[in-house]
T-cell receptor, first 112, second 114 residues
């Protein structure tokens, strides 16, 4: 699985748009990009998944450039309840030796 | 549809003991993965099971083991507990092996080793 790099932490204010970028330089052709959100003492929760260009759902958008070596999770008009850790994962149909690597994630802190 | 359930939710053990944690996946999901989460190391992959077979294993000692039953329920076992095994243990299920599949996580079992 491709290794990912994300900022360790970010701060923003309520009502702002937040963009979290993930680098995945060695992404493979069949890899998808998935983002999860985790609140303290809870399991991660799926936010969005994409392969290329742009994906949007009711909670977020995911922007993936043509080279797919990075992706940006965009959270529109954040609120205090969006304070959480956000993980970027890259993976495709797994081979036997592939391991699932979540990384340290980005700790997003929303301020009033 | 019921989500992923894990039992017990909290557990206190002492060093040297063993522990068994249980995970029931979402109905119809055949893949179950286990993770250990600690403040220092983050979320680390333990192993994945699909159709009762271990497909993948993370870099954990042999004290950590697991199995999956024919109904896709899974258990993980940690023998000879060490203080460093104190962590939140998370189970996730997906329809198929999880490289591209969305994983659905349970609430976790918080294990404290004294």
């Amino acid at each position: 699985l491709a290794k990912t790099t994300q900022p360790i932490s970010m701060d923003s204010y309520e009502g702002q748009e937040v963009n979290i970028t993930c680098s995945h330089n060695n992404i493979a052709t069949n890899d998808y990009i998935t983002w999860y959100q985790q609140f303290p003492s809870q399991g991660p929760r799926f936010i969005i998944q994409g392969y290329k260009t742009k994906v949007t759902n009711e909670v977020a958008s995911l922007f993936i450039p043509a080279d797919r070596k990075s992706s940006t999770l965009s959270l529109p008009r954040v609120s205090l309840s969006d304070t959480a850790v956000y993980y970027c994962l890259v993976g495709g149909r797994m081979n036997r030796d592939d391991k699932i690597i979540f990384g340290k994630g980005t700790r997003l802190h929303i301020l009033p | 549809k019921a989500g992923v359930t894990q039992t017990p939710r909290y557990l206190i053990k002492t060093r040297g003991q063993q522990v068994t944690l249980s995970c029931s996946p979402i109905s119809g999901h055949r893949s179950v993965s286990w993770y250990q989460q600690t403040p220092g190391q983050g979320l680390q992959f333990l192993f994945e099971y699909f159709s009762e077979t271990q497909r993948n294993k993370g870099n954990f000692p042999g004290r950590f083991s697991g199995r999956q039953f024919s109904n896709s329920r899974s258990e993980m076992n940690v023998s000879t507990l060490e203080l460093g095994d104190s962590a939140l243990y998370l189970c996730a299920s997906s329809l198929r092996p999880s490289g591209e599949e969305t994983q659905y996580f349970g609430p976790g079992t918080r294990l404290l080793v004294l």
